[in-house]
């Protein structure tokens, strides 16, 4: 049966991000940030398992610890692929400089208009979607939506759709 | 079985919302609409059969034909309530004082952060959700997705959280 599941924020507290993914947890003396479960949490957690992709379709990037998650799945082999806005790209905290200089693969529409999905696609099988922007202000501020679903019908269709953009983004 | 469906944005023409949406179809001798079936059609068709109720909670409203979509249900008896955000309310182009003006409920943070969820449910039965503001851009500009679902644990999930806001931006 698929599984289904939605997470709602803002969340209270920014959840810590290496108790959460790393190994050996946190091993900060007085961490700042939260180790209960939360969304963020949530999410760290289902992109820090990515095995062998990541399809990345996200508007706005300026997150570090996200932007942190997608270089590490990148340096152990997932093949990591990120479009966003062209108008971002420049923008304050925007992290494409930083995913591109680590090598991970960026491109962007070239249009006034704005790519403005905010989805993700984890090893063509799990499919995160919704209202959230790889920003804090999303976290701890705004009241977001991501609905996460297995469901391979519509993975398939937002498969689709991103291999369409990630060939009409083609800077060749 | 539950049904899902997904429809992306742009569309390359602005869909006729009398030819999907009245009973006596278009009447314009040169409609300068199309007939053809694309996304915002399904999106007109999906909003104009709503019997019982609809809760839309959507950052931006500033789409005309939408909105003429959420008065005609007022008018026919379904419980409309709009969540929107606060500073769009007075933004150019909104149609949160024509909708208040004929009746419809509309409700607003008060927060300098975004509400900004993009998603509505109709007969709390059916679930639209996705990056798609209700605004022209977002019909034939940008890039953008809006997921349909009757999933009943998904829905329940997002009535709850509607009517939690509800409550939340209630004036009183
Ligand atoms: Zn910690
Ligand atoms: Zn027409």
Known sequence: NDTTEVIFFPDSQVACIDYFTKVNGCVARDCKFSHKE???SKLFMILSKSTKSMDVC????????????????????VRVRVITDCEQVDATG????????????VRTDESSFFMHHKFVVIDEKTLVNGSFN????????NQEN???????????????????LWMLYDPQ
Chains 1, 2 share one sequence.
């Open 134 to 141: 790889w920003t804090r202000q999303a976290i701890t501020g």
């Open 94 to 105: 925007s992290q494409v400089w930083r995913l591109r200089s680590e090598g991970v693969a």
């Open 38 to 40: 939360n969304s963020l």
């Open 146 to 164: 991501l609905l996460i679903s297995d469901n391979s019908t519509l993975v398939k269709e937002y498969c689709k759709q991103f291999d369409h």
């Open 58 to 77: 996200v508007f706005v990037l300026t997150c570090t610890d996200l932007t942190d998650l997608l270089i590490q799945a990148h340096k152990r082999g």
